[in-house]
Structure formats: C-alpha cells, structure tokens
C-alpha cells in the first residue's frame, strides 16, 4: 500500500490523507518535517540524496526528511525517519514550521507545512543505500558560500529552510 501524507490546512489541524505521489503531483498542502543534526563543533549533517529517489537525487540535502504518519507526532516521525535513513536516532527538538511550495522539473510540487528538528550526535551514521547516497559534515558558513556558488547540488527545500534556518544555528 502505498504512504499517505497528512492533509492539512495552513494551521496544521490535519483536514484528510491522500497517496503520497497524488499529493505531489496535485500540490496539496500537507505535513512534513526536516531534522538538522549538528556535532559538537556546530557542523551540520547533509546527506545526498539515493541516485534513485523519485525526485531530486544526488542533490544535498539536511540529515533527513519525510512525512509524519497519521497518528504519529513530529518528533516520533522525526526519529522514525532518522533511524530508517542515517541508522541512529538522537533527541529532537522542534525549532519552527512554516508553508513552503517548490515545483520540480518531473511534474510534482512539494507543498508542505514542514516542521523543522534540531539534534545533536557526534558519530558516524551507518546510511541505508536506498535512502542515502553519502554523507558529509559542514559548518554553516561553509554551506552558505557552497549553496551561493553551486545552488544547483542543493535540494530546493533545503536551500529554502537553509536560509530561514542559517540565523538560528550560526
């Protein structure tokens, strides 16, 4: 069967399900979150994308991304997700959420109120291959001059987050 998304309105009060891919390709807002894993020297993890995904692979993106599950919060999603993709999970705290609407060049438009996680871990992660192609630590600033001279290796959700997130984390 394949993943249902959480519908929601622009207060997030969850108003249905749809298919995950009829929700992309329709636009419809629905929930979301991105978990941002900082070490000890204020590195952040991105992970680039599985060469497979169905949109955006190999681009860079934050630690990881998905949907919450109906009846699931963020932060289980959030940790749900992080063990799946990066094989760990460490305590989150949700940080922001705000409506974002991206079109890609495949026909499907992420539309989503994303809820934004911070953690911290200090280790290597063990990536699953299906998920994840590589990942790699960087400072803020580092990426900040990276996404200004390359925006293209970037995922357009992380750029958009990147840039709301980059005053609270620097």
């Given at each position: 069967m394949e993943e249902q998304v959480i519908l929601v309105d622009e207060n997030d009060l969850q108003i249905g399900l749809m298919p995950k891919m009829e929700a992309h390709e329709k636009a419809v807002l629905h929930r979301a979150f991105s978990v941002f894993v900082q070490n000890d020297k204020?590195?952040?993890m991105l992970q680039q994308r599985a060469?497979?995904?169905y949109h955006s692979p190999l681009l860079w993106a934050n630690t990881c991304c998905s949907h919450q599950r109906d009846g699931?919060?963020?932060?289980?999603a959030g940790k749900r997700r992080l063990q799946e993709e990066m094989g760990f999970v460490t305590e989150l705290k949700e940080v922001f959420s705000f409506i974002y609407k991206a079109p890609f060049d495949n026909g499907l438009t992420e539309h989503e109120l994303d809820h934004v996680?911070?953690?911290v871990y200090n280790e290597a992660p063990v990536i699953n291959r299906d998920e994840v192609e590589s990942y790699k630590w960087m400072t803020p600033e580092a990426i900040k001059k990276d996404m200004e001279i390359a925006p293209e290796l970037y995922t357009a959700w992380f750029r958009i987050i990147f840039?709301?997130?980059y005053d609270?984390?620097?």
């Amino acid at each position: 069967m394949e993943e249902q998304v959480i519908l929601v309105d622009e207060n997030d009060l969850q108003i249905g399900l749809m298919p995950k891919m009829e929700a992309h390709e329709k636009a419809v807002l629905h929930r979301a979150f991105s978990v941002f894993v900082q070490n000890d020297k204020g590195e952040l993890m991105l992970q680039q994308r599985a060469a497979d995904k169905y949109h955006s692979p190999l681009l860079w993106a934050n630690t990881c991304c998905s949907h919450q599950r109906d009846g699931e919060t963020n932060l289980e999603a959030g940790k749900r997700r992080l063990q799946e993709e990066m094989g760990f999970v460490t305590e989150l705290k949700e940080v922001f959420s705000f409506i974002y609407k991206a079109p890609f060049d495949n026909g499907l438009t992420e539309h989503e109120l994303d809820h934004v996680m911070l953690g911290v871990y200090n280790e290597a992660p063990v990536i699953n291959r299906d998920e994840v192609e590589s990942y790699k630590w960087m400072t803020p600033e580092a990426i900040k001059k990276d996404m200004e001279i390359a925006p293209e290796l970037y995922t357009a959700w992380f750029r958009i987050i990147f840039e709301k997130f980059y005053d609270f984390i620097k």
